[in-house]
T-cell receptor, first 113, second 112 residues
Framework: NAGVTQTPKFQVLKTGQSMTLQCAQDMNHEYMSWYRQDPGMGLRLIHYSVGAGITDQGEVPNGYNVSRSTTEDFPLRLLSAAPSQTSVYFC????????????FGQGTRLTVV | KQEVTQIPAALSVPEGENLVLNCSFTDSAIYNLQWFRQDPGKGLTSLLLIQSSQREQTSGRLNASLDKSSGRSTLYIAASQPGDSATYLCAVIWDSNYQLIWGAGTKLIIKP
């Protein structure tokens, strides 16, 4: 049972480069989300999706795009990387958004230089 | 503003002790509250989920309580072990946009 799989685990980007963080889940969960975790702060929601074809912005969406073409996959795209996007990124999924536990991937540690 | 606070930021106790981690939140109109564990370099693992209608949840040596009126939740760990060393995070869902609002966590160290 793979759960939530994120790739890559580590990435270094130069300012201005773009990239896609991959997230896949095999639990048939409708709800998926992306968070970023910065030192000394709680996790903050970037984007979320309540099902295939439906996405919405979270607390800190600027500089990121998402799409949800299938139930399983929810990639996060950095359009033009900036040093402020240096962070650890987590993808999560749950059966529903509000009343079931959330499952998290192992995280992607991104450094923008 | 809806906020979640965890105090202390770090806690170190000898092995075998029972301990309590605290989580406080503004606004009592929550959907649910969840406790997570995070190990260094790893993802987050859900420990306990308390629905707004519940007062507590138990799993093994862990017990989480919820008091909405006072805006508090506690995570009780019985007979602590070195393997319990990790950062414990509390998160709350308040409204239908499904956003988990997170505390900054308590880093727990259990000394052998």
């Amino acid at each position: 049972n793979a759960g939530v799989t994120q790739t890559p685990k580590f990435q270094v980007l130069k300012t201005g480069q773009s990239m896609t963080l991959q997230c896949a889940q095999d639990m048939n969960h409708e709800y998926m989300s992306w968070y970023r975790q910065d030192p000394g702060m709680g996790l903050r929601l970037i984007h979320y999706s309540v099902g295939a074809g439906i996405t919405d912005q979270g607390e800190v969406p600027n500089g990121y795009n998402v799409s949800r073409s299938t139930t399983e996959d929810f990639p996060l795209r950095l359009l033009s990387a900036a040093p402020s996007q240096t962070s650890v990124y987590f993808c999560a999924s749950s059966v529903t958004g509000t009343n079931t536990e959330a499952f998290f991937g192992q995280g992607t540690r991104l450094t923008v230089v | 503003k809806q906020e979640v606070t965890q105090i202390p930021a770090a806690l170190s106790v000898p092995e075998g002790e029972n301990l309590v981690l605290n989580c406080s939140f503004t606004d009592s109109a929550i959907y649910n509250l969840q406790w997570f564990r995070q190990d260094p370099g790893k993802g987050l693992t859900s420990l306990l989920l308390i629905q707004s209608s519940q007062r507590e949840q138990t799993s093994g040596r862990l017990n989480a309580s919820l008091d909405k009126s006072s805006g508090r939740s506690t995570l009780y760990i019985a007979a602590s072990q070195p393997g319990d060393s990790a950062t414990y995070l509390c998160a709350v869902i308040w409204d239908s946009n499904y956003q988990l609002i997170w505390g900054a966590g308590t880093k727990l160290i259990i000394k052998p």
